[in-house]
């Protein structure tokens, strides 16, 4: 199972960006769950359909799995490469 990583306050005071490619994040993994319990072909398209042609919607269904694995991987690369500057807990910020 795909986890998401949630974004600490200090995070978001440096990178506030990071609250919507956490929601993003959050939307994928339960996308990516959901059609795979609605086509769980799709986890083997080739073994369960034996060299055959797959239905479309379970076809459509892999590839969209596929991205959804290749969106995951870059929003965690994009926050691991935001490194955000710590701040002391006790200053001022607004958030």
């Given at each position: 199972m795909i986890t998401t990583a949630i974004p600490t306050s200090q995070d978001l005071r440096a990178a506030p960006e990071l609250a919507a490619l956490a929601?993003?994040?959050a939307a994928l993994v339960t996308a990516e769950e959901a059609?795979?319990?609605?086509?769980?072909?799709?986890d083997d398209l080739v073994g369960t359909f034996q060299g055959q042609t797959p239905?479309?919607?379970c076809?459509?269904?892999?590839?969209?799995v596929a991205r959804f694995?290749?969106?995951?991987?870059?929003?965690?690369?994009?926050?691991l490469s935001n490194t955000p500057p710590r701040?002391?807990?006790d200053?001022?910020?607004p958030f």
């Open positions: 929601l993003l994040d059609l795979l319990a609605f086509h769980p072909a799709v239905p479309l919607r076809a459509i269904a892999a590839i969209l694995e290749e969106l995951h991987e870059l929003v965690g690369w994009y926050r701040y002391p807990a200053d001022d910020f």
